[in-house]
């Protein structure tokens, strides 16, 4: 009996340092490995602050554009299995979650002054009728912004005088699309030059494209090249009629 008030009080001692070597612990004290459990009680002065994250800009470009520049970004179709992009001025006008694109060739005409979306639409290149294409682009007005991406096969249905539209449009790869090549292509009705905003890449290679108005920036997966402005690609371009695309005819 004579030992049991030095065995509580040893039992306490015990408890009392175990306890606040568990609390040094925890709290991050020397040799502590639990550091993050010490910044839930800190106070926010003493706090780490995060990096900001970096700002992203009209279409999720780097940068902003240069005034009377449109910003622009566009994805090509993966395949058959996912679907093409093209955004312009932070508005989607045609994309997978809109229920405006499909197999073949993914068409945007945009007012290259108000940069206004036109009509979007898509064309199948393997079962589709190409007239329907070709009624589609041959009375275009001068002015008109064209933008294009592919998605699957753009190719099976084409013929010489589709080609020849597309490059009178300022492209300079259409000649050699093939089957289940993925496109990306910004031209115009009325440009004299090539388009520098235009990518190919060849069959069942997931691709993408990002373009932007004051530049073109590719993917990590290839070379850095840096192309003129929007507004000095299209320098002859006489104003296109405000909200419209073609001629009557």
């Known amino acids: 009996m004579r030992l049991a008030g030095p065995l509580r009080i040893v039992a306490l001692v ?43 800009y009209k279409c999720g470009l780097p940068q902003p554009c240069p005034e009377e520049h449109l910003a622009f970004r566009m994805v090509s179709g993966a395949a058959n299995v996912i679907g093409p992009k093209i955004c312009l001025e932070d508005r ?11 197999r073949g060739l993914n068409i945007a005409l945009v007012n290259g002054v108000s940069g206004e979306l036109i009509e979007a639409r898509a064309f199948d290149m ?24 592919s998605y ?5 249905k084409m013929n010489e005088e589709t080609r020849k539209l597309f490059s009178d449009l300022g492209s300079k790869n259409v000649k050699d699309l093939a089957f289940r090549d993925s496109w990306v292509f910004v031209g115009a009705k009325g440009v004299q030059n090539k388009s520098p905003f235009e990518q190919q890449n060849k069959a069942n290679r997931l691709f993408r494209q990002f373009l932007e108005g004051s530049g073109c920036q590719k993917s990590s ?29």
Request: glycine share 8%; hydrophobic share 40%.
């Open 126 to 149: 393997w079962a589709g009728d190409v007239n329907d294409l070709l009624k589609f682009i041959r009375p275009l007005h001068e002015g008109t912004l064209v933008f294009v991406a």
């Open 92 to 102: 989607m006008l045609m994309s997978s979650v809109k229920d405006n694109v499909g």
């Open 14 to 56: 015990i408890t009392v340092g175990l306890t606040w070597l568990v609390a040094s612990i925890l709290l991050g004290g020397p040799g502590g490995g639990f550091p993050r459990v010490q910044q839930l009680f800190a106070s926010p002065e003493n706090s780490v602050t995060a990096e900001p994250r970096a700002r992203k």
């Open 152 to 156: 699957d096969d753009p190719a099976t």
């Open 221 to 249: 997966s290839a070379p850095r090249e840096e192309t003129p402005p929007l507004a000095s690609l299209f320098p002859q371009l006489p104003a296109a009629p405000r909200g419209l695309a073609r001629e009557e005819q």
